[in-house]
C-alpha cells in the first residue's frame, strides 16, 4: 500500500470514529456466514452513538438462534431467538477506555428479517447495529412517545449513513 493510501485509510478511519479516540469493536462471530466487517461496525454505531462513541468500546457477538434464544429468555422473559440483544456496561476494561456495552446479533434471526421485508442484507445489519447502540446510549421504544423519538433517530443516522428509512417498504 502506497503512502498516500495509507494517509486516505487512516484519515477515513479518523472520520468514521475508529481513530485512536474513536469507538473500538470487538467483534465476535460464534457462528458461520456473512456478517459485516468490524470496521462497518464500528462506522454505524459510532455514529449512532455520537459523542458518546469518543474513547469508549462495544462488544459485537454474532450468535446462532439457540444462544439468541437463551439469552432473551433469561434476561428478557421470551423465550424465542431475537435480531438483537443490548447490555450496557458499568464497568470499564481499562483506565482509558470506557465500555459502551455489547450487542448480540443474531445473525440468522436478521437474515430472515431482512428476506422476509424485502431489505439488502447489510441495510438490515445497519440498521439493528443502530437501533442497538442506541439503546445503549439511554435510547427507549417502551411508550409510543420514546418509540417515535427512537424511530427519529435511526431515521436520521440511517440517511447519514447512506441507508434508506427502514420503517418505509420498498
Given at each position: ?17 475508529l ?38 468500546e462495544l ?5 446462532g ?11 428478557r ?48 445489519w ?5 437501533h ?21 433517530r435511526e ?10 428509512n ?5
Open positions: 500500500m502506497s503512502s498516500a493510501a495509507r494517509r486516505a485509510s487512516r484519515a477515513h478511519a479518523h472520520r468514521a470514529g481513530g485512536a479516540r474513536g469507538l473500538e469493536v470487538e467483534l465476535r462471530r460464534r457462528v458461520r456466514g456473512w456478517s459485516p466487517t468490524r470496521r462497518d461496525l464500528a462506522r454505524w454505531a459510532s455514529v449512532a452513538a455520537g459523542r458518546a462513541a469518543r474513547g469508549r462488544g459485537v457477538c454474532v450468535v438462534a439457540a444462544e439468541s434464544a437463551r439469552l432473551n429468555a433469561r434476561f422473559g421470551r423465550d424465542r431467538p431475537t435480531n438483537v440483544l443490548s447490555f450496557a456496561s458499568g464497568e470499564a476494561p481499562h483506565p482509558d477506555r470506557r465500555a459502551l456495552g455489547e450487542l448480540v446479533i443474531c445473525a440468522g434471526v436478521l437474515r430472515a428479517e431482512a428476506r422476509a421485508q424485502d431489505k439488502p442484507l447489510k441495510a438490515h445497519a440498521h439493528l447495529v443502530v442497538g447502540t442506541l439503546h445503549l446510549i439511554g435510547y427507549d421504544h417502551a411508550r409510543e412517545k420514546d418509540a417515535r423519538r427512537m424511530e427519529r431515521i436520521a443516522v440511517l440517511r447519514r449513513l447512506g441507508f434508506a427502514p420503517y418505509r417498504s420498498s
